[in-house]
């Protein structure tokens, strides 16, 4: 055990590497009016590792711009970014190497397939170890806009750079490149750099690196930026510049953030502040220059804060420039000094500048809420939520994730995360794993070795692994759990006490880990809410039974304090009073609100809402227990009482949903639904659904769209019976068994989802199939194509009767699956919406129903930006009848896809419809006014 820290220190300064005598010399000529560097550069590089170099990569990330295929141009894609895929030519940006010359020499050089902003260069002799290359560049960079990734050239013609000339990439033992997938993440070896930059005059530059040298002309101006050991390549030139320097303890910090009309003195006083945080944390920085910028905020904001329209001020003034200040701080200096590689070991600089973001605003702001003044307002401060305290969000944000089985492992590649987990539940994940494990250890520990892990690595290469060896001699407490399990896993956490047994001086309790890992929890004694005791139990693979000693406590509570990332927190206690002290009581409450573990919480939310043209507004409220985070188990009551048909509907479900990790199928969920609706004038249905659901996703990517769904209901129908009404059935109650099968990849460039049904009824059974095919393509055009059948396997319903029959245009909707406005209608606007289902013709024809099969094909094209052209034709056939050809044409309007449309017909079976008289009725819409919907648009860009 002695010989542990010697190997583990010795571990550490094995695995650093010191890119030492690599040097970079450019000189750019700005061409700022036709938005185009000239480049002619440099690059010294030392062969650090022990094997013997054939070729090596560059990284030349500025052409990442350069077509509409690159990795850049897909991530966009993949989170419905439609910028860049519609954005001219011209505004997209990219490299052109003229030539890379060794000894002046020539060399070999290629883009890498599918990597064009790789470059692989072969050198004219293998370089080996402790050996250095030198090659010279000669290359044109066309600057992007930056309306892409906030880099590039404005709109008035100032440039914010970053990764925009090549860089080599780093070996140690394996290249180290990748794609630019707008995630800053460029893993480059520092170097010593010297960039001469030309520009018109009438420009400020601002830049890390010190100026030594500046001349001007008539119309340019040359400076000369030079700086040691950097890896920062950002560069920003302005016509009025709007960064402002403030020099403090040897430091020049120079910003652009908003600051909300702060003074000179608040800033400058909020700035010493910071730096002394930063200084005490991490020693000094190395440099003369940290640049903070506004780009750097908005790209990684305080989140809570950015929601809010500016005009809304929760928080002081000073607190929120000085959040914003020192996350961008902490963030630039890691950046800068912590050089590990930040696409592969991303967590551990997200863990540390969250973890010291936590720690200023507990030494700083200790009672500073994450509602800020809103959690004193009335009728605000009754919430739980308004008790939450401004860190408390760290471990809730996480928590969305984790409760809905979409949490990622923290050494999950930065580009393999969801958006939502590499921007912010990942982050907030590894400090608060930093958190728990200071909790653990103790007596300021991990603070120290943070900060000496921080002085001894500065500058020099190092990784996670380094880290957890260094930690490891600091404690004689068994850590491993908190690197194989809560970082390398996506393992929950969630303990519960069970038995308890109590004597007037000790007490023998059972504590039970509900989940297969190997976290230690902490366990509290209280007497009312005072800590009296508190222990770290550890080791508890399924369960473990103590004994503790009683002093006076009346409560046992895991996770008191709520330090761990606990899953569930409902199960933590109990009382030591006696039994009916162990029920939490009933607790009612206005709006939905967070959780609070002590009680069973009750939410009620009035509701007003147009949900049909025959109940008209209806009045109501809504009853359940849903909080903000998911819960398995989820219930709702929504009575409600209609203006227009003056009668009491209402719905109700109940719901339970298993998440499973590590597998294809991820979620199963099986619970029940009701309603008492208006389906016609004066006529209304009850529904009783019993369902159950199985999702599937790919358990490797959670990235992809790719997903399955099987669903199985019973569809218990009851309808007011009135012969005068044409949608009503002989039979106007009916049982249907249905199963239906989806398998969809919903993506903004190669859209395709194809399903099939089954239903089973009384008097038929049927079957169909879906496919639809959505394409983007290069152009900007769209191609978009379905495809429809369907058949019955046995049909014994009234001949005269179409009401369970395929439909072209619009279906009846039996299943009541469909938000149709005006279900009945058969003439006025509420009859001309349209819901893409069945035939999925927009005409009203002749034929309108099939009793027997239909086969139908739909198409559209794009005509010019949202208008496409589209054209239908398929067969319907009907019992003694035989089939009968169908087609119809016209123009689509496209405001947002599957969500508000229009559709003009023009010409089908019918003939020419726009000539016709009453053309205005043949107009056809489709629109949503499901808030779910709506909001599903912005979740499929976060999830």
Known sequence: MKLRPFFSILFIFSSIINFSQNKIDLKADFDIENRKITISQTIQYKNTSKDILQSIYLNDWSNSYATKTTPLAIRFAEEYNNQFHLAKNEDRGYSVITSIRQNNQPLVFSQLKNQLDVVKVDLKTPLKPNETYTINLEYIVQIPKDKFTSYGISETGDLSLRYWYITPAVYNGKWQYYSNKNLDDLFVPKADLNLEISCPKGYTITSELNISNKTQSTKKQTVTLKGKNRIDSKLFLSKVSDFETIQTQGLSLISNIKNGELDVLDKVLITEKITKFLFNNFGKYPHEKLVLSNIDYNKDPIYGLNFLPSFIKLYPNHFQYELKLLKVALHNYLESTLLINPRKDQWLFDGIQIYYLINYVEAHYPNMKFLGSLADFWGVRSFHAANMSFNDKYIFAFMTMARTNRDQPLTMAKDSLLKFNASIANKYKAAVGLKYLDDFINDSILENTLKSFLEQTKLKQTSPKAFEAYIKTKTQKDIDWFFKDYINTRKKIDFKIKKVKKTEDSITLTIKNKRNNSMPISLYTLNNDSIISKSWIENVTKSKTITIPRNNGNKLVLNYEQIIPEQNLRDNWKSLKGFFFNNKPLQFRLFKDIEDPNYNQVFLMPLAEFN??????????????????????????????????????????????????????????????????????????????????????????????????????????????????????????????????????????????????????????????????????????????????????????????????????????????????????????????????????????????????????????????????????????NKFDNPKFVYDSGIRINLVTDYFEIYFPIYSNLGWEIGQPHYDQKIRFKFTVDPQSLLGLFRRRWY
Do not use: C
């Not at 005068?724 to 859209?751: C, G, K, M, R």
């Open 612 to 877: 049909n043209i025959y109940d008209g507004i209806t009045f109501g409220i809504k009853a359940y227990n849903t909080t903000l985070l998911r819960k398995q188990f989820n219930y709702k009551i929504q009575p409600r009482y209609a203006l227009k048909s003056k009668s009491f509907t209402g719905a109700a479900s109940a719901s339970v949903t298993h998440y499973l990790q590590n597998s294809n199928l991820y979620s199963i969920n099986y619970g029940i639904q009701g309603s008492y609706t208006s389906f016609a004038e004066d006529l209304f249905v009850r529904k009783i659904i019993p369902s159950l659901t199985f999702l599937f996703r790919n358990d490797n990517d959670f990235r992809s769209n790719k997903r399955q769904r099987l669903k199985l209901r019973y569809i218990d129908i009851h309808r007011d019976k009135d012969l005068n009404n044409i949608t009503n059935a002989d039979e106007p109650n009916y049982n249907i068994f249905n199963v239906n099968y989806l398998n969809s990849n919903d993506n903004l460039i190669n859209f395709s989802k194809w399903s099939t049904d089954l239903q089973i009824a009384k008097t038929f059974s049927k079957v169909s199939f879906n496919y639809e095919y959505r394409k983007l393509f290069e152009s900007n055009r769209q191609l978009n194509l379905r495809f429809y059948t369907g058949a019955f396997l046995s049909n014994r319903t009234d001949i005269t009767s179409d009401y369970f029959s395929f439909a072209l245009d619009r279906p009846t909707d039996y299943l009541f699956d469909y938000n149709y406005l005006g279900r009945s209608e058969a003439t006025g606007i509420f009859s001309q919406q349209y819901i893409t289902a069945e035939g999925g013709f927009k005409s009203k024809l002749k034929t309108p129903f099939a009793n027997q099969w239909i086969s139908t094909f739909n198409a559209s094209t794009t005509l010019w930006k949202y208008i496409l052209a589209y054209g239908d034709m398929g067969f319907v056939k």
